[in-house]
Structure formats: C-alpha cells, structure tokens
C-alpha cells in the first residue's frame, strides 16, 4: 500500500511538472514474478487488462494492458514487484545514470541476453533497466504522464486541480474503493 502511493505521488509530481519518461527508458510498465502465469493473467482479466503478449523465451512471460498500465508478469518463485523502463539503448542510459552518482545493485553478467541494471529508491522500491529487444511497446492511453494538466496560476486552481483530487485518491486508497478517477 505504501509503495502504490509513493508511486501514484510520483506519477502526479511527473505530470505536474510536464517531465517525460524518456531518460530512464522508451517503455514502462509494473514488473510482477509469480508462481502461476495462468491464474495471475485471470485476475488481471476480471480488472478489465487484456493479455497483450506472451511466450516460454528466455522464462515463462506475459504481457497485459489496460490501455493506460502496462504489467509484465514473468514465472519466478522469488517474489519482485517493481516499476520496470525497457531501454532501446541501455549502456547509454546507464552509463548516464551512473555519472548522475545512481549505484545500481546488481548489473547485467557478460552473455545475459537481456541486460537489467536493478537499482532502489531511497524508500526502498525497486527499479529495474532492461534492454528492449523490441517485444514491449507503451500503451496508447491516457497516463498520468501523458495526460494534458493545466498549471494553477492561483490558490483556488491549484486546489481544484491537485490538492482536491489528490485527497480524494488518498481516501479511496485507505477506504478500499475503487480508482474510477485515475
């Protein structure tokens, strides 16, 4: 509950500040290991995602959309939940990042076929770099990214349009209802 949050207050900070996804990578999704790919991908179904790929190479995979989130879920017994940017040119993202004094946790081995550079927030969540081998594409929906956001220019708008919504996403999250406005 606490890492949806932080992740649902950074989406908003991303958007409010009209910043990109695009210097950590070209596609982002929540990165999933399960136990059980049939069962996990039939769960999702009923939340209304649909499967948008799937294969057995290199590990047990599937792919699923709602047309704004993107869920990568792979056939693991370890568990790992964390926020994924599959990266068309991932040396230069990560050389980049470590100039920016970023210190990855565990790097790609010479021969991975997937390079992943695996890095935490200072809170703990994981993030993890991939090499996109072309296989994973954003979905075209709205995002809180990519959604268009007016900047308040006063008090009033800017609690009409942030402080307000914010706080109603808050109570729906501690209250168990559903995230019909997101």
Not at 5 to 18: E, N, P, S, W, Y
Not at 38 to 59: I, R
Not at 156 to 165: G, W
Request: neutral net charge.
């Amino acid at each position: 509950m606490r890492n949806n949050f932080l992740l649902i207050i950074t989406l908003l900070l991303v958007a409010a500040k009209g910043l990109s996804q695009s210097k950590l990578g070209d596609v982002a999704c929540v990165y999933v290991t399960t136990n059980e790919l049939d069962s996990s991908m039939a769960f999702y179904e009923k939340l209304g995602f649909q499967k948008t790929g799937s294969n057995t190479f290199p590990v047990p995979w599937t792919q699923a959309s709602d047309g704004s989130l993107l869920i990568m879920m792979r056939q693991d017994a370890n568990p790992y939940i964390g926020l994924t940017y599959y990266v068309n040119d991932i040396e230069k993202v990560a050389d980049q990042l470590e100039k920016d004094n970023i210190v990855f946790t565990q790097k790609p081995k010479d021969g991975d076929l997937i390079k992943r550079y695996y890095l935490k927030s200072p809170d703990g969540f994981n993030i993890m770099l991939a090499s996109n081998l072309g296989a994973f594409q954003q979905p075209a929906g709205a995002t809180m990214i990519n959604r268009r956001i007016n900047i308040p220019t006063n008090n009033a708008e800017y609690l009409e349009n942030f402080v307000i919504p914010l706080l109603i996403l808050i109570h729906q999250l501690h209250s168990g209802k559903n995230w019909a406005i997101l």
